[in-house]
């Protein structure tokens, strides 16, 4: 295999080992069909496949992986669109959960999580991806490079996510993440 | 899943998307086989010509929309863009292509479809009987009505779009 190949080759090995899993999870919160999300796994890691040569430092690696990664997923979001006629709401839209109380008993780990897809599904393509980037525990400014948002709005989607998982998931202010 | 795995995939995916449009122009190779067969069946070269014209102006269509249509890969600079500046550039681009629908989609019909309007106008006023050229006079109105009709949805889905764009800026702001 010539030199230049076997390098791409082992970046992308090394992307692959790093960030497999995060990209997994990701693919999980644009598409709640298995086997649609693991055509959009494929999409991805085949969209940054052919980006990697590109890549030139301006920003971080990370920054690139999931620019791209959220782009990919943006643009299948919008192809379903046009098949599914979904409608998606932003942060501020989400409605408030019923009695809190209720949420106060013990929740199994996969209940909590599958009940978080569930809220992220609703979502406008941008807020899913602050949700998500939150998630990831990347900071605001990270979350600004990659979806464009300026700090601003980003510091007050973080604020209005907060507010959504906290009240959603109150088990004695246990962090879902 | 393997390097090797992702590059084998990538060639296939490629072909997938290229099925996927392929498909969707099945309904204009369907016309274009249609008026092929009535330009090889008609004697009246004025007729020929409209034929000929309105295939020419579908093969127009069909470049226009695979070169600038929504089937598109991924550019391989995306990790450039943020989310913001590449759906910003989706949405201008779609918006564009919905504002020019004259030029690229309706336009490339007219010469054809004049034509055509003109050869049967012209027999129906050989014909000397009042209902043909009634007929088709009334049916150049309905291709118009409908030529207006589209073009008017597709400026409202233009204007949608630039609604978009705007929220877009504002977030980036």
């Known amino acids: 295999m010539p030199q230049v190949e076997r390098s791409h080759g082992a970046d992308f090995e090394e992307v692959l080992a790093t960030y497999l899993a995060a990209l997994e999870r990701l693919a999980r919160a644009y598409e709640a069909d298995p086997e649609t999300r693991r055509d959009l796994l494929q999409e991805i890691l085949i969209a940054l496949w052919k980006s990697l040569d590109g890549f030139d430092n301006r920003c971080s690696l990370r920054t690139w992986i999931y620019r791209v990664a959220h782009n990919t997923a943006a643009s299948h979001v919008s192809r379903q669109l046009r098949m599914r006629r979904q409608i998606f709401v932003g942060l501020e839209e989400l409605p408030e959960p019923a009695d809190s109380r209720d949420g106060e008993d013990a929740v199994a780990h996969r209940d909590a999580v599958a009940t978080l897809y569930e809220l992220v599904h609703q979502l406008k393509t941008i807020d899913r991806q602050v949700m998500v980037a939150y998630l990831e525990g990347m900071d605001a400014a990270q979350t600004s490079e990659i979806t464009g948002l300026s700090a601003r709005n980003v510091a007050t989607k973080i604020h209005r996510i907060k507010h959504v998982l906290a009240h959603r998931f109150r088990e004695g202010g246990r962090d879902v993440r | ?173």
């Open chain 2, 1 to 173: 899943m393997s390097v090797e795995q992702i590059q084998a995939s990538a060639g296939s995916f490629q072909r997938r998307i290229q099925g996927r449009n392929a498909r969707e122009y099945v309904a204009a190779i369907a016309v274009v086989v249609f008026f092929g067969w009535e330009f090889s069946r008609t004697p009246d070269l004025l007729a020929r010509i409209g034929f000929g014209l309105m295939i020419a102006g579908m093969f127009y269509m069909v470049w226009a929309l695979l070169s600038r249509g929504s089937g598109r890969p991924l550019p391989e600079d995306a990790g450039r863009a943020s989310f913001i500046e590449f759906q910003r550039g989706e949405l201008v681009r779609q918006r564009d292509l919905l504002r020019s629908v004259w030029r690229w989609y309706l336009g490339p019909l007219i010469p054809g479809l004049a034509v055509l309007l003109a050869t049967s106008f012209n027999h129906a006023i050989q014909a000397g009987r009042a209902f043909p050229v009634v007929f088709v006079a009334l049916f150049a109105v309905l291709v118009a009505a409908v030529f207006f009709g589209i073009a008017r949805l597709n400026g409202r889905a233009a204007l949608k779009l630039q609604c978009q764009i705007d929220e877009l800026d504002e977030a980036g702001r």
